[in-house]
């Protein structure tokens, strides 16, 4: 189900350039001179990392989305499918990955109602095979940057898949039934793919 190993897609051409003009001044120039490069290197390999996450065996868990902390949890009204559930706020951590992942198992779907605002980031559905609609809202960066997504209407996507990358890290919004159980506080510092924030609760 993984998509790109260890170094996030976004970063695999700059890295190869960097790299390929280090060897070159190393090898034309000197090893001094080289050095800014080789730092670079570093630099890229730290922004662009990719590392691998064991997700937790725990039935109807929903996992972290993103590296970050939890800004707040409470009741409101999902926009993308008109409906009352529990919104999960998160700022990425900008020292940390910025590759998100899916929540949940499950499909992925078109929401069909998108906010008033024209400028509003469109919403993932993904709807698991017991019936729950999880609501992922990836937000534009600190640069006005796009988020990347990774996933298609019609495709499934397994729980702590990768399925975005957004620069430098933004706000996620995660819109979950009103029935579910959080098991985070707002201040909390998450792992994407590992931590458990929630469980979805069956009658």
């Not at 990392?49 to 590296?67: F, G, K, W």
């Amino acid at each position: 189900m993984n998509r790109y190993p260890v170094i996030a897609r976004e970063g695999l051409l700059p890295l190869l350039a960097s790299v390929l003009a280090a060897v070159l001044v190393l090898h034309f120039i000197g090893f001094y001179q080289s050095l800014v490069l080789w730092a670079i290197c570093l630099s890229l390999l730290f922004v662009f990392r990719d590392p691998e996450r064991e997700v937790p065996s725990v039935p109807q868990a929903v996992v972290c989305p993103a590296d970050g902390r939890i800004i707040s949890i409470g009741m409101a009204h999902d926009p993308y499918l008109n409906r009352q559930g529990i919104r999960v706020t998160m700022q990425m951590n900008p020292y940390g990955a910025y590759s998100t992942r899916s929540p949940v198992e499950g499909k992925v779907l078109e929401p069909p109602g998108n906010p008033d605002d024209p400028g509003a980031p469109h919403g993932v559905w993904l709807q698991t095979d017991e019936g729950d609609d999880v609501v992922l809202v990836m937000n534009r960066g600190p640069l006005n940057n796009a988020p990347r997504c990774y996933v298609r209407f019609g495709e499934r996507v397994g729980q702590g898949q990768r399925c975005g990358f957004i620069h430098l890290g933004a706000q996620i919004d995660l819109y979950l039934p009103e029935s579910c159980r959080t098991d985070v506080s707002p201040g909390d510092w998450v792992r994407s793919g590992s931590d458990v924030i929630g469980k979805l609760i069956h009658a």
